[in-house]
């Protein structure tokens, strides 16, 4: 089942904007995890937020969490073309030890 | 460089086959996942193990479907008979599990095709 929706499905921008994915959920959870998937390969943990956390850095990658709205987005500053990929957020509910994942965001960076 | 490693990349097979695919997670990982990715469902869990025992396999066709780990090094998903509706990519991931789930580290893949 899915509880984690990311939106937008698809996004396309220049190398050199930023890039922001959101994602949604419906229960309470412990935290919210984002992987990217390059095409062919497996997912790469990229940064996990926990409830009582409200942003996260990593590089260039900056996580915002509002539990309140059961919302977070990832934001990719200054992409690259390597950042092209797709992009899943994770949920692991309270109670359960099982992550939810989103259908993902898929990110194409034009040169 | 600790990896989750899979076996094998690729299986093209007949309808009716078995297909057994194998996962070894990161030593010292204490939980372990098996995931079915297809374009039209996303990332479904199919079984999880915490210190080798099953403790989920509730998203697996049970008559069709077994997963074992018949050690810490080796995990297994096999499919018996298999059809072409089990087409999709096989992922397997491990991590540490104290508390929360947490990070997993996934492998590369198996990608089944079942003609």
């Known amino acids: 089942s899915q509880q984690g929706e990311e939106d937008p499905q698809a996004l396309s921008i220049q190398e050199g904007e930023n890039a922001t994915m959101n994602c949604s959920y419906k229960t309470s959870i412990n935290n919210l995890q984002w992987y990217r998937q390059n095409s062919g390969r497996g997912l790469v943990h990229l940064i996990l937020i926990r409830s009582n956390e409200r942003e996260k850095h990593s590089g260039r990658l900056r996580v915002t969490l509002d539990t309140s709205k059961k919302s977070s987005s990832l934001l990719i500053t200054a992409s690259r073309a390597a950042d092209t990929a797709s992009y899943f957020c994770a949920t692991e509910g309270i109670s359960n030890y099982q992550l939810i994942w989103g259908a993902g965001t898929k990110l194409i960076i034009k040169p | 460089d600790a990896r989750v490693t899979q076996t094998p990349r690729h299986k093209v097979t007949e309808m009716g086959q078995e297909v057994t695919m194998r996962c070894q997670p990161i030593?010292?990982?204490?939980?372990v996942f098996w995931y079915r990715q297809t374009m039209m469902q996303g990332l479904e869990l199919l079984a999880y193990f915490r210190n080798r025992a099953p403790l989920d396999d509730s998203g697996m066709p049970k008559d069709r479907f077994s997963a074992e780990m018949p050690d810490a090094t080796l995990a297994t998903l096999k499919i018996q008979p298999s059809e072409p509706r089990d087409s999709a990519v096989y992922f397997c991931?491990?991590?540490?599990?104290?508390?929360?789930?947490?990070?997993?580290?996934f492998g590369e893949g198996s990608r089944l095709t079942v003609l």
């Open positions: 991931a491990s991590g540490v599990g104290t508390g929360d789930t947490g990070e997993l580290f």
């Open positions: 030593l010292g990982h204490n939980t």
